[in-house]
Structures are given as C-alpha cells and as structure tokens.
C-alpha cells in the first residue's frame, strides 16, 4: 500500500472496555497510550480514561507521537432525539477540531441492544420508515455542522444496532446526502454476514464514501457460539469474538489490494476489543502491527 496515504492507529478498547469498565480496568490511559506508541502506532480513537482538557491531552500524547483521528458518538435520531444529539454533537465535534481530527464517526443508537443482554442475532432491532428518514435528516444536518470546521461525519455500522446488514448499510447510504460518510469495519460486516465475500463487496461498493476504517478480525467458532446459545453482544466480546487483524478468520490481503487500487486515503485503526486479562493488549498491538507491516507493507 502507499505509505503517503495510509495512516495507522489503534483504538484504546483493547486496553480499557468502555462498555464493560471491568475489562482492562487496572490498565491506565499513560500505559495504554505508551504502549500504542512502542507497538509502533501513530494514532489513536478516545477512551473513557482519555483527558478531556485538549491541552493535557495534547502535551500528553505528542510526547508519544500519537495523534487522535476519531471518537466514537452516539446519535439517537430515531428515536427523536434531535435536538439533544446535535447539541451533544457539536460539543463532541468541537473537541475533535482542537484535537485535530478530520472525522466525526458516528454510530446511530436508537433501540440499540449492544449494551444489553438480549441476543445479538436472534433479537436485533429494526427501524420503520419514518425512523430512517428521521436518521437520514438527522446525519444530513450534522454533515452540514461538521463541515463548517472542515470536518467529515461518517456511520459506523455496528453489530445490535439498527443499521448493521449490507442491506441497512445500503439503505442508509442511499437516504443521506453524498456529503455523509461511511466507517468501514471488517469485524463488524463479517460478524453479522459470516462472510469474507459479502464484506468485500460492501467495501467495494462504497469505497469512494468510505472515509475512516476499522481493522478488526473475527473468531469464527466465537460467533457459532454466540448464534447457538443466543448470546449478547457484550457476551460474545468477552468470549473474544473479535481478535486483531490476523489473529481471526479474515483474509486482510484483498482489503489493502483494493483500498490501496482505489487510492483509499485516511486512517486505518486497529480495532479489536478483547478482554484483556486474556489477550494482552501491548503483545496483540504488537501482533497486529507486524502483520499489517508484512501484509500491506505499511
């Protein structure tokens, strides 16, 4: 891949679970931020243990040559919840800018069963018509917000989430104006569709709204658990459904052969929450960096 388009980072997930605080809870923001920096990273997404003070955080992390390129926010546009998200939004957006970031990574959470208990497959929810255009209107509006401080949003797809199949992730596509984008996640696409073909197809067919990447690999004999018992999202990230980039059952080669044919610019991140009593965080960034070094030459 081209090096000059390409930029790699992790997200602090591995270290410290902010659905599930118990996970990675002795771990410490300058350990996790450390750590991503001697694995040779120089990005990060932000975690709960992350400064909000944009000065300390700054001072913090340029010492470390990382720099930040998302974070994670909730919409609930569906839900009717406009103005309270787009309030919450600029606030969140705001400390994106100052942090330097060009991407606002989103993730609609209206009727959501992540954080629950309820079965991630059996029991997933669904959205009416009008809930669609009502997250459609809504992410047109933030893309106009964001774009005032030269900033892009884009939707992460997400498993227990209303817009998690190819078929939502087309239909949101279609519904938002062209200034909307998409986050990309292997994980997540082969999580729910079980298939190294249907993910490559989605990347394929919205690479050119595709502005920010996670790489995240997959435990097959996880998610068949996960499916057989009814087990939940959170259920599955304890088990280790998700591992880093070529530590699963995902076949990274095509994805970097058709991001770096197509000229992808941006981030890729290295997304893989597990718990980290189990898989140290430190020895799989490390895992992770040395394959994308050898697979994507980056």
């Known amino acids: 891949m081209n090096k000059d388009n390409i930029k790699l980072a992790i997200a602090p997930i591995g270290w410290t679970n902010d659905d599930m605080p118990d996970l990675g809870s002795e771990n410490t923001f300058q350990q996790c931020v450390s750590e991503m920096a001697l694995a040779g990273f120089t990005g990060s997404?932000?975690?709960?243990?992350?400064?909000?003070?944009?000065?300390?955080?700054?001072?913090?992390?340029?010492?470390?040559?990382?720099?930040?390129?998302?974070?994670?926010?909730?919409?609930?546009?569906?839900?009717?919840?406009?103005?309270?998200?787009?309030?919450?939004?600029?606030?969140?957006?705001?400390?994106?800018?100052?942090?330097?970031?060009?991407?606002?990574?989103?993730?609609?959470?209206?009727k959501s069963i992540q954080c629950t208990t309820k079965a991630v497959f059996d029991e997933k929810p669904y959205f009416t018509d009008e809930e669609w255009q009502r997250v459609a209107d809504g992410y047109n509006q933030l893309a106009k917000i964001a774009a005032e401080k030269g900033m892009q949003v884009c939707l992460h797809h997400h498993m227990g989430t209303a817009i998690q199949t190819p078929a939502e992730i087309d239909r949101f596509m279609a519904l938002v104006n062209?200034?909307?984008?998409?986050?990309?996640?292997?994980?997540?696409?082969?999580?729910?569709?079980?298939?190294?073909?249907?993910?490559?197809?989605?990347?394929?067919?919205?690479l050119p709204r595709i502005n920010h990447i996670h790489l995240k690999d997959v435990r097959d004999e996880k998610v068949a658990d996960v499916r057989a018992h009814r087990r939940s999202f959170l259920d599955g990230v304890r088990m280790g459904t998700f591992t880093v980039p070529g530590d699963g059952v995902i076949d990274f080669r095509p994805?970097?052969?058709?991001?770096?044919?197509?000229?992808?610019?941006?981030?890729?991140?290295?997304?893989?929450?597990?718990?980290?009593?189990?898989?140290?965080?430190?020895?799989?960034?490390?895992?992770?960096?040395?394959?994308?070094?050898?697979?994507?030459?980056?």
Request: proline share 2%; net charge negative; glycine share 8%.
């Open 45 to 110: 997404e932000v975690g709960s243990k992350y400064p909000r003070d944009t000065a300390l955080l700054k001072r913090m992390l340029d010492a470390r040559g990382i720099r930040i390129c998302n974070a994670w926010f909730s919409t609930f546009f569906a839900d009717g919840q406009k103005e309270k998200t787009i309030d919450e939004f600029v606030n969140h957006m705001n400390f994106l800018h100052e942090m330097g970031a060009k991407v606002i990574g989103c993730s609609e959470q209206s």
């Open 178 to 206: 062209d200034d909307v984008y998409l986050l990309f996640d292997t994980g997540h696409l082969y999580y729910s569709e079980g298939s190294q073909q249907v993910m490559m197809d989605v990347l394929e067919k919205h």
């Open 255 to 298: 994805v970097f052969t058709l991001l770096d044919q197509r000229g992808y610019k941006g981030w890729m991140v290295v997304e893989a929450e597990q718990d980290p009593a189990l898989a140290n965080p430190f020895e799989y960034a490390v895992k992770a960096r040395r394959y994308i070094r050898e697979v994507a030459g980056l």
